[in-house]
């Protein structure tokens, strides 16, 4: 539930990013909010990338003898089927339908044997996506192998701290490592952006750039890009003079506190040593003060000696 919750977080701050307002918390967001932030990205090149956050931000959908409603839907009651041909749990929509009524016997045996049905099918179904997503990675891999060297107007789908996807026009989406890039960048992960530390480049989701095809591996799946620099590349120098700017500021403050410790160093040693200075000044030896005292006893003595 934590892990959930933290998505759900990301997906919040990410779409804040873009100046959307967003009504609710991690923790308790109605199904309308959602339907509202989608409707107003609409046509934003954004929008794509943006619903499968919020897809991935949700719970997986699993099959169930209870009604759940559905929660994107913002429905009480939900049962999705299509086509009898297409899965199981289909077919045995339309066998409900078609045998529910008939009698209690019926109905009886459908309450015994969904709970465990419904549990296979949805294990079945993530083997099946799972088994889906990796062909469909051989196939793109394999047929990029012919194009490796070429270049393309790509766009970024999605960015990490080790680098960036990419989407090519045709579906096909790689990697740009952040080792192959030609500087140190800088990863944001509340707004999900990659910055360059000399030249301020940065690259956002839904960003057009330049890419090449370096290498494309139909065993692994993995298809590899390199960032070519274009008209489209975004600078922003600002963000990152200011940052330069906070540092020197920063730098002279601690100088300014060096300095000032310095100095309360200084005067502080000064007066240890006055004070000092005063004591040895107001404090005689004592081995004066008692021949002092001496002289004085021995001259009294003597005066009365000699009166005698």
Do not use: W
């Not at 750039?209 to 494309?216: M, S």
């Amino acid at each position: 539930m934590r892990s959930l919750r933290l998505k759900v977080q990301k997906f919040i701050d990410y779409a804040s990013s873009f100046g959307l307002r967003i009504y609710g918390t991690a923790s308790e967001i109605s199904q309308e909010a959602l339907q509202d932030i989608m409707r107003a990205v609409e046509g934003e090149p954004y929008a794509d990338v943006l619903s499968m956050m919020l897809l991935r931000s949700m719970q997986q959908a699993r099959y169930s003898e209870h009604n759940h409603g559905h929660y994107g839907l913002a429905a009480d009651y939900y049962t999705h089927f299509t086509s009898p041909i297409r899965r199981y749990p289909d077919l045995l929509v339309h066998r409900m339908i078609r045998d529910y009524g008939r009698s209690k016997e019926i109905a009886e045996h459908f309450e015994q044997v969904i709970p465990e049905i419904a549990t296979q099918s949805s294990n079945r179904e993530r083997r099946a996506i799972e088994a889906e997503r990796e062909v469909e990675a051989m196939k793109k891999a394999e047929y990029m192998e012919e194009y490796v060297g070429e270049e393309y107007d790509a766009v970024v789908s999605s960015i990490v701290k080790f680098g960036l996807f990419v989407e090519l026009p045709n579906t096909v989406e790689g990697l740009i490592h952040i080792t192959n890039l030609p500087e140190f960048y800088h990863f944001n992960e509340r707004d999900l952006t990659l910055r360059g530390e000399k030249s301020g480049t940065t690259f956002r989701v839904g960003q057009q750039i330049r890419i090449r095809v370096e290498r494309a591996d139909k065993m692994t799946g993995e298809i590899d890009f390199s960032f070519i620099p274009s008209e489209f590349d975004v600078i922003e120098k600002g963000l990152k003079q200011s940052s330069r700017s906070d540092r020197g500021r920063g730098s002279s403050r601690r100088s300014d506190k060096k300095e000032d410790k310095r100095k309360s160093g200084r005067s502080n040693d000064k007066r240890k040593h006055s004070q000092k200075d005063k004591k040895k000044k107001g404090k005689k030896p004592f081995y004066k003060e008692v021949a002092k005292k001496g002289a004085k006893h021995g001259k009294g003595r003597g005066k009365g000696r000699r009166t005698k």
